[in-house]
């Protein structure tokens, strides 16, 4: 008898063991399994030796002291990041919540009851005081998961809490992007006021010259008005470089959570030390690594699993309700040896007709394609943002040497021409361009050196970069440096 009863609970435990989910299969990544090729993408990868970033602590990849303590403390007082926390925690206690299904909930229960029956309803043809005492430990309605419905539900919620982690992850490596990037805008426009600062001393000191020239009758008043049409717009532009300023400030503080120092804040983009240089690899599959796409694919086996419990909701439910405890008349007899009591009522509901059965297993079938789909555009837009990256990278040196050079022609063009007006050869006219044309160039000589620093970041984000702490990628790299070297 015992053998059989160890039999048919293995027995129970093996079936409840099987779910009816389809097996998984990683689908086929649907971009190209290297980077695009081609005369914009030539000089993308110029060092070889540099680290991958998924590979690179943020700190590492940082170098600049400054913003590393600003990233830190938007990592401690971000709100949008403490949110992505908190619905971590969320969905590991739903998690929890479905996977206690699986067990029986059992409850300590006492009861008590007195009754007064009457003589003609009496067994005893008088009447007579009932008093009923009982104390049980026991399950109620506790589901043998035989075919597996609470096993593909528990799977289900275990993948969408995995798949709030890797948005945890996502979301800090989306902080630590936009912190940089609104620290180097900051840098950007911080130098861009200087410039406008310079410039509008520079072209004042020049109007005063060409004014007192005008008051003792050596130029004309068209020459005065002249000379003042680039002073009104460097002043203009230095009140548009304070706004920017301000709001850049205000936009940092917004994502640090709290206002940022002074002493921290950066004073121009040369003072910024330039992050690491990382590569992309050849193969577009690290692109698998990134937490949003790994996000993506845990949603997708989430809605494989619940097609799984779709199928068990077409099978029958068995449930069990059993309770072991003393029962007495009364209350000083409830312990007494003899008034043990017990209960067991199993129970299984066969389902017959149900249509909603088979919508909802149709409904879990569009998901799951609805979740491919999602997982696939993951990757695609994940692979445009790398080789957006790339063909910034190929070419933003050339871009920035060649304005450079303008730079320093419209310098070289200024002075000429500044010397050919006070020696009266040329009409101020020839300054005003000159003037003109160096300031936009040293304007667009700033936004290149922008847009390198920013660029370099934003591949770093979009590589998967950000997310592991200054801890775990160093315990990688001792990792990797206690393993043998390879054999020649």
Same mark, same amino acid.
């Given at each position: 008898? /015992?053998?059989?009863?160890f039999l048919?609970?293995?027995?129970?435990a093996?079936?409840?063991?099987?779910?009816?989910?389809?097996?998984?299969?990683?689908?086929?990544?649907?971009?190209p399994a290297?980077?695009?090729?081609?005369?914009?993408?030539?000089?993308a %990868? #110029?060092?070889?030796?540099?680290?991958q970033?998924p590979?690179?602590?943020?700190?590492e990849?940082?170098?600049?002291?400054?913003?590393? !303590?600003?990233?830190?403390?938007?990592l401690?007082?971000?709100?949008?990041?403490?949110?992505?926390? #908190?619905?971590?925690? #969320?969905?590991?206690a739903?998690?929890?919540?479905? !996977?206690?299904?699986?067990?029986?909930?059992? /409850?300590?229960?006492?009861?008590g009851?007195?009754?007064r029956? *009457?003589?003609d309803? $009496?067994?005893?043809?008088?009447?007579?005081?009932v008093?009923? &005492?009982?104390?049980n430990?026991? =399950?109620? $309605?506790? @589901?043998? +998961?035989?075919?597996?419905?609470i096993?593909?539900?528990?799977?289900?919620?275990?993948?969408?809490y995995?798949?709030? @982690?890797?948005?945890?992850?996502?979301?800090?490596?989306?902080?630590?992007?936009?912190?940089?990037?609104? &620290?180097?805008?900051?840098?950007?426009?911080?130098?861009?006021?200087n410039?406008? @600062?310079?410039?509008?001393?520079?072209?004042?000191?020049? &109007?005063?010259?060409?004014? !007192?020239?005008?008051?003792?009758?050596? =130029?004309?008043?068209? +020459?005065?008005?002249?000379?003042?049409?680039?002073?009104?717009?460097?002043? !203009?532009?230095?009140?548009?470089y304070?706004q920017?300023?301000?709001? +850049?400030?205000?936009?940092?503080?917004?994502?640090?959570?709290?206002?940022v120092?002074?002493?921290?804040l *950066?004073? +121009?983009?040369?003072?910024? %030390?330039? *992050?690491?240089?990382?590569?992309?690899?050849?193969?577009?599959?690290?692109?698998?690594?990134?937490?949003?796409?790994?996000?993506a694919?845990?949603l997708?086996?989430?809605?494989?699993?619940?097609?799984?419990?779709?199928?068990?909701?077409?099978?029958?439910?068995?449930?069990?309700?059993?309770?072991?405890?003393?029962?007495?008349?009364?209350?000083?007899?409830?312990?007494?040896a003899?008034?043990?009591?017990?209960?067991?009522?199993?129970?299984i509901v066969?389902?017959?007709?149900d249509?909603?059965?088979?919508?909802?297993?149709k409904?879990?079938?569009?998901?799951?394609e609805?979740?491919?789909?999602?997982?696939e555009?993951?990757?695609?837009?994940?692979?445009?943002?790398? =080789?957006?990256?790339?063909?910034?990278?190929?070419?933003?040196?050339?871009?920035?040497s060649?304005q450079?050079?303008?730079?320093?022609? $419209?310098?070289?063009?200024?002075?000429?021409?500044?010397?050919r007006?006070?020696?009266?050869?040329?009409?101020?006219?020839?300054?005003?361009?000159a003037?003109?044309?160096?300031?936009?160039?040293?304007?667009?000589l700033? %936004?290149?050196?922008?847009?390198? #620093?920013?660029?370099?970041?934003?591949?770093?984000?979009?590589?998967?970069?950000?997310?592991?702490? @200054?801890?775990?990628?160093?315990?990688?790299?001792?990792?990797?440096?206690?393993? *043998?070297?390879?054999?020649?």
């Amino acid at each position: 008898m /015992n053998k059989n009863i160890f039999l048919l609970l293995v027995g129970i435990a093996a079936v409840a063991g099987c779910t009816m989910a389809p097996k998984y299969h990683q689908p086929t990544t649907p971009v190209p399994a290297t980077w695009p090729t081609g005369p914009a993408y030539e000089k993308a %990868s #110029l060092a070889t030796n540099a680290p991958q970033a998924p590979d690179l602590g943020w700190r590492e990849f940082f170098t600049d002291e400054k913003l590393q !303590r600003v990233i830190g403390t938007a990592l401690t007082n971000n709100r949008d990041l403490k949110i992505a926390a #908190l619905n971590v925690e #969320l969905s590991r206690a739903l998690y929890g919540i479905q !996977r206690a299904e699986l067990l029986p909930t059992v /409850n300590a229960t006492g009861s008590g009851s007195k009754q007064r029956v *009457p003589a003609d309803l $009496s067994t005893t043809g008088s009447r007579q005081t009932v008093e009923q &005492y009982g104390v049980n430990l026991g =399950a109620a $309605s506790w @589901e043998i +998961d035989f075919f597996g419905r609470i096993r593909s539900l528990t799977d289900s919620a275990l993948k969408k809490y995995l798949a709030t @982690e890797q948005g945890q992850r996502s979301a800090q490596i989306s902080l630590i992007s936009s912190v940089a990037s609104a &620290y180097l805008s900051l840098a950007a426009d911080r130098e861009s006021l200087n410039l406008a @600062e310079t410039t509008f001393e520079s072209q004042n000191h020049s &109007y005063n010259l060409v004014k !007192r020239q005008h008051d003792l009758g050596l =130029a004309t008043e068209l +020459d005065l008005y002249r000379a003042q049409t680039p002073v009104d717009i460097a002043r !203009r532009d230095v009140a548009l470089y304070l706004q920017h300023v301000a709001q +850049d400030e205000n936009a940092l503080n917004l994502l640090v959570g709290s206002p940022v120092s002074g002493e921290l804040l *950066p004073t +121009d983009l040369h003072h910024v %030390s330039p *992050p690491q240089e990382i590569v992309a690899g050849l193969s577009s599959e690290v692109l698998l690594r990134r937490p949003d796409v790994l996000q993506a694919e845990d949603l997708l086996k989430a809605a494989y699993a619940d097609i799984g419990a779709a199928r068990a909701d077409f099978f029958p439910r068995i449930s069990l309700t059993a309770a072991i405890g003393t029962a007495s008349s009364d209350l000083s007899g409830l312990f007494k040896a003899g008034q043990g009591a017990w209960s067991y009522a199993p129970q299984i509901v066969m389902p017959i007709f149900d249509a909603r059965t088979w919508f909802a297993l149709k409904a879990t079938k569009v998901q799951r394609e609805i979740a491919l789909t999602q997982y696939e555009k993951a990757i695609q837009t994940a692979f445009k943002e790398v =080789a957006d990256a790339l063909a910034i990278r190929g070419t933003v040196d050339q871009q920035v040497s060649a304005q450079q050079s303008l730079v320093t022609a $419209s310098a070289e063009t200024y002075r000429l021409a500044n010397s050919r007006y006070e020696k009266g050869i040329d009409s101020y006219l020839g300054v005003l361009d000159a003037q003109r044309s160096l300031f936009a160039a040293q304007q667009v000589l700033v %936004s290149l050196h922008l847009s390198k #620093l920013a660029n370099q970041v934003n591949l770093y984000s979009v590589l998967g970069g950000g997310w592991k702490t @200054e801890k775990s990628s160093l315990a990688t790299a001792t990792n990797s440096s206690q393993k *043998p070297p390879p054999t020649k």
